[in-house]
């Protein structure tokens, strides 16, 4: 029964392209898995920012929001033998690139929400994606993940439930890891990506 659970995956992604903005929004729903690609986006190095409304079942806590930069991306993904916490490590000296989305911390602007669904974790802010360099005419790319270490998939509260819905203004998406992401997606039961372009 484990074995069923650990193979379900449900993702629904809308994007909406305009220009120099675009929205991303879905459900993740991944059972055995503690770490998942989210989104990514290119823009100038003065700043892409990112509004981002997430939420998740207080069960499945806690969440960190990781923001790679495109070189520190490619060394992690796809490579599935690497562990979760190493995927995490690799950020452990930029700060600003960690968000931890819990009420345990201000970082992520957390709230506990009750309703008679039970309690979801909300957590909504601004992230700004400013690059110190001296060529601020080359777009730099940004890659989006979540990651939940601690769940190892041996529970039904384990694994990746996230709604979330991020507005990203002054930049593009980036189409480059979506071969990669429906590669690492194949072993699915169920997939299903809808993309509208205006």
């Not at 074995?3 to 379900?8: F, I, M, R």
């Not at 909406?16 to 290119?42: D, P």
């Not at 690139?97 to 008679?116: A, F, K, P």
């Amino acid at each position: 029964m484990l074995l069923a659970w650990k193979h379900v995956v449900f993702l629904s992604v809308i994007a909406l392209k305009a220009s120099s903005s675009f929205v991303s929004e879905g459900h993740l729903k991944l059972y055995g898995y503690n770490f998942a690609f989210l989104a990514s986006f290119c823009g100038n190095a003065s700043g892409p920012v990112v509004q981002y409304k997430l939420s998740y079942p207080q069960e499945y806590c806690c969440y960190k929001l990781l923001s790679y930069f495109q070189d520190q991306w490619w060394r992690i993904w796809p490579r599935p033998e690497v562990e979760c916490q190493d995927k995490v490590r690799i950020l452990e000296d930029h700060h600003s690139q960690v968000l931890n989305l819990t009420t345990n911390s201000s970082q992520g602007d957390c709230r506990m929400v009750v309703s008679e669904n039970g309690s979801n974790i909300l957590c909504q802010g601004t992230q700004m994606y400013q690059v110190q360099t001296s060529d601020y005419l080359t777009k730099k790319c940004w890659f989006l993940a979540l990651s939940n270490c601690n769940s190892t998939g041996n529970s039904l509260f384990e694994g990746i439930q996230m709604d979330y819905f991020l507005n990203i203004t002054e930049a593009s998406p980036n189409e480059a890891p979506i071969g990669h992401e429906r590669n690492l997606l194949s072993v699915a039961l169920a997939f299903m990506v809808i993309v509208f372009v205006r």
